[in-house]
């Protein structure tokens, strides 16, 4: 249930099934995402822990075990996050 509009002269970067404004780039140096590159096991189990009480059966809301199963991708995530990180601070260079 948690969306957002694009800002005006917004660049629309990423959708799923699910959210149709996942990404998008503002100007040269605001990246907005509806998911998290950021995450680490560590949070990801806290969120786990703090928050099961929103992981209820539903249309695009996964299951404790599988989010666990994503951590797989935690490296590529990574190196995504600081790609695109270092692509905002070079368009300012």
Known sequence: GDTFAL???????????????????????????????????????????????ELTDGNYIQSADLIRKGTSHLTKTKELLWKWMDMLIKKQA
């Open 7 to 53: 800002p005006p002269a917004a660049v629309h970067l990423a959708e799923s099934q699910a959210c149709r404004n996942q990404a998008f780039l503002y100007g040269s140096r605001v990246l907005g995402l509806q998911f998290h590159l950021e995450y680490t096991r560590e949070s990801i189990e806290a969120m786990l822990s703090h928050c099961a009480d």
